[in-house]
Structures are given as structure tokens and as C-alpha cells.
């Protein structure tokens, strides 16, 4: 199994997925998030520039820095040259997982049902991604832990604060959070709400 996921990730249990336009959205709200003491940011390859920026932005986020929507082994590999702290993929794909496993890197498939999850996990996953997590709720990681006891789960698309308290409480390793925390924020919304919001997020995944 690649090394587990990295520690300031595992010991805030959150972390924030940016998608944005372009990167160079990304530096005024990492600031605002790194100020609101999140320790982890996904930067999403939907986002163009995301490979470019990775450099001067993993110089200037104090936290952990992960590159997400991986799909393929040729984005894979940049994210491992360009020193991701770990990658996400939403699919799942051995191929995708053995690979980072090779290289050590930490890597987060998604996926949605037992087969997908178990597949990537027991290929090596640092944990498996529940994606969309809304569609399915925190009491489906309870029926997970049933077969799969000691699988590492972080729920990804629709979590807002009150499901990241009930995911977190089910066993969930962290939370995969996104639009509920930054809401308007790439589109020029005040840095200061984000500021607000991001506190909520990390007060209650340390509780």
C-alpha cells in the first residue's frame, strides 16, 4: 500500500476541492483558506494553468497541496513530477492506483459502489473516495464497514457542515469538501464570508 495520506490532511480530516477558471484564481483564496486554518486544498486539472501555478502556489500554502480529477497516467505522472502531497481521481482505475503505488504517491480514487471502492482499495488507494457523496449519505459507510471493516472512506460531493459532522462520526477518515464552503468565492465573492465559512468547516472536523 502507498503511504498513507499525508499528515496534516489525516489531522485536520478536511480537505477543500478548488475548481476554478483559471489558476491564478486559486492565490487570493488559498490565502483567505490558509488563514481560516485549512491544512488541505485539492487544485482540480478542470482548472487550466492548474499544472503551471503548482510550483509557486505549493511554495506559498502552508498545508498540504493535492492535485484532483486525475483521469488518466499521463496527468498522473505530472502531478507526481510537480511534487503533488497527494493526487484524487473521481474513477476508478487499478491502472491509476498501481502506479502511484509505484511512486509512492498517495492517491484517492472515487467511486460509489462496493465493487469500485473495493477495487482501488485493495489495490493500494491511501483511501477510497465515496463520490457523490450525497447521493448515498452517511449511513452508507456503516453498511461499507460491514464487509470492508477497516477501509479508509472520504466522502466527496455534496457535503455541507452539518453531513461532514455525520460522515466524520460514521468513521469517515476526513471530509471532501467544495461549493458549501466556498460558495461565490471564485466568482468574486468576499474573501472575508469564505473566511467564515472555511472556520465552521475546520471547527467542526476537529470536534
Do not use: H
Not at 71 to 82: G, K, M
Not at 93 to 111: C, F, H, N, Q, Y
Not at 114 to 137: M, N
Amino acid at each position: 500500500m502507498t503511504g498513507e495520506l499525508p499528515s496534516r490532511t489525516v489531522a485536520s480530516k478536511l480537505v477543500v476541492v478548488a475548481r476554478a477558471s483559471a489558476a491564478s484564481d486559486y492565490v487570493p483564496v488559498l490565502a483567505a483558506l490558509a488563514e481560516a486554518g485549512v491544512q488541505s486544498v485539492e487544485l482540480t486539472l478542470t482548472t487550466p494553468g492548474t499544472f503551471d501555478a503548482f510550483a509557486d502556489l505549493r511554495s506559498s500554502f502552508d498545508g498540504d497541496l493535492g492535485i484532483g480529477t486525475v483521469t488518466n497516467l499521463d496527468q498522473l505522472e505530472r502531478a507526481i513530477a510537480v511534487g503533488a502531497d497527494y493526487v484524487v481521481t473521481p474513477i476508478t482505475s487499478t491502472a491509476l492506483v498501481e502506479r502511484a503505488v509505484a511512486a509512492g504517491m498517495p492517491i484517492v480514487p472515487g467511486g460509489l459502489t462496493p465493487t469500485e471502492l473495493f477495487a482501488s482499495w485493495s489495490a493500494g488507494a491511501s483511501a477510497v473516495k465515496v463520490f457523490p457523496a450525497g447521493q448515498v449519505g452517511p449511513g452508507y459507510l456503516k453498511d461499507l464497514r460491514g464487509p470492508f471493516p477497516d477501509i479508509a472512506v472520504v466522502p466527496s460531493g455534496g457535503v455541507d457542515a452539518d453531513s461532514a459532522a455525520a460522515w466524520l462520526a460514521a468513521g469517515a477518515v476526513a471530509v471532501s469538501v467544495g461549493g458549501p464552503l466556498l460558495g461565490d468565492a471564485f466568482r468574486g465573492g468576499d474573501l472575508g464570508a469564505l473566511r467564515d465559512r472555511a472556520r465552521r468547516f475546520v471547527e467542526v472536523c476537529a470536534s
